[in-house]
């Protein structure tokens, strides 16, 4: 079991900063991989962002070059650093863990850009 809880999100205005936190309950030296996703109104969850356990990422095309995924495994935590940001950016933002013994998802944490 994996319990996960995000914080961070919050109200920015375009061309601004957020950072997000994801802090698991346990450690996640040992989980596959670690994604956050999110979902606006009225459309399907997305992949945002992956780490592996060895520290490759992956990001979706509408966010490359200004987010950036991380992960501090003594700390238990994954992070999002979003910059430049966008309205088309303001959704619900979801942490996942990926583990050889489940899958599991935090509650989410809304982000709303202002244009």
């Known amino acids: 079991q994996v319990q996960l809880v995000e914080s961070g999100g919050g109200l920015v205005q375009a061309g601004g900063s957020l950072r997000l936190s994801c802090a698991a309950s346990?450690?996640?030296?040992?989980?596959?991989?670690m994604t956050w996703h999110r979902q606006a109104p009225g459309k399907q969850r997305e992949l945002v962002a992956f780490i592996n356990s060895g520290g490759s990422t992956r990001y979706a095309d509408s966010v490359k070059g200004r987010f950036t995924i991380s992960r501090d495994n003594a700390k238990n935590t994954v992070y999002l650093e979003m910059n430049s940001l966008k309205p088309e950016d303001t959704a619900v933002y979801y942490c996942?863990?990926?583990?050889?013994?489940?899958?599991?998802w935090g509650q989410g944490t809304q982000v709303t850009v202002s244009s």
């Open positions: 996942n863990a990926l583990a050889t013994w489940g899958d599991y």
């Open positions: 346990r450690s996640i030296f040992s989980i596959n991989a």
